[in-house]
């Protein structure tokens, strides 16, 4: 885990994306997404750093998949700090964020409760 890339704009984990070994973060300008990224363009025109920040329930863009929406609504009840140290403690338990593609465990739900519990306590 690379913790210091720590969470996208729109709720991805960086730290954990098996791109980062050649792209910085979404702020570094080497994301592939980049140009037609929603959450990226209506962050930057609300001067917020990360949908996180954002007052609106929105699942505009990637918010739609319920893995970076389950990690925004995560950040906005217990911090970024509590999800960089929960996605490391899973991760060091085993649990992939791509497993396949950029398939992993992490999106394997169909309610964001659920998601967020295995986020909490890394079971199912
Ligand atoms: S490809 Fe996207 S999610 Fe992966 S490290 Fe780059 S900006 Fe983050
Ligand atoms: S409206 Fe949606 S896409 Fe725009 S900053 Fe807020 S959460 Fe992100």
């Not at 505009?60 to 998949?65: C, D, N, Q, T, Y």
């Not at 925004?72 to 929960?86: A, M, P, S």
């Not at 999106?107 to 295995?118: G, K, S, T």
């Given at each position: 885990m690379k913790r210091e890339l720590a969470i996208a704009r729109c709720g991805l984990a960086c730290c954990l994306c098996s791109k980062n070994n050649w792209c910085g973060g979404c702020n570094s300008e080497q994301c592939p997404?980049?140009?037609q990224c929603e959450n990226r363009e209506c962050s930057l025109k609300n001067?917020?750093?990360?949908?996180?920040?954002?007052?609106?329930?929105?699942?505009?863009?990637?918010?739609?998949?319920?893995?970076?929406?389950?990690?925004?609504?995560?950040?906005?009840?217990?911090?970024?700090?509590?999800?960089?140290?929960?996605?490391?403690r899973n991760e060091n338990n085993g649990i992939v964020?791509?497993?396949?593609?950029l398939l992993g465990d992490y999106?394997?739900?169909?309610?964001?409760?659920?998601?967020?519990?295995?986020i909490k306590t890394g079971k199912r």
């Open positions: 997404d980049k140009a001067k917020i750093s990360h949908c996180y920040e954002c007052t609106q329930n929105c699942k505009k863009g990637v918010l739609s998949k319920i893995k970076p929406y389950g990690f925004t609504l995560f950040v906005k009840r217990y911090g970024v700090d509590i999800l960089l140290e929960c996605l490391e964020y791509h497993r396949k593609g999106d394997d739900f169909d309610h964001v409760e659920e998601l967020i519990h295995f």
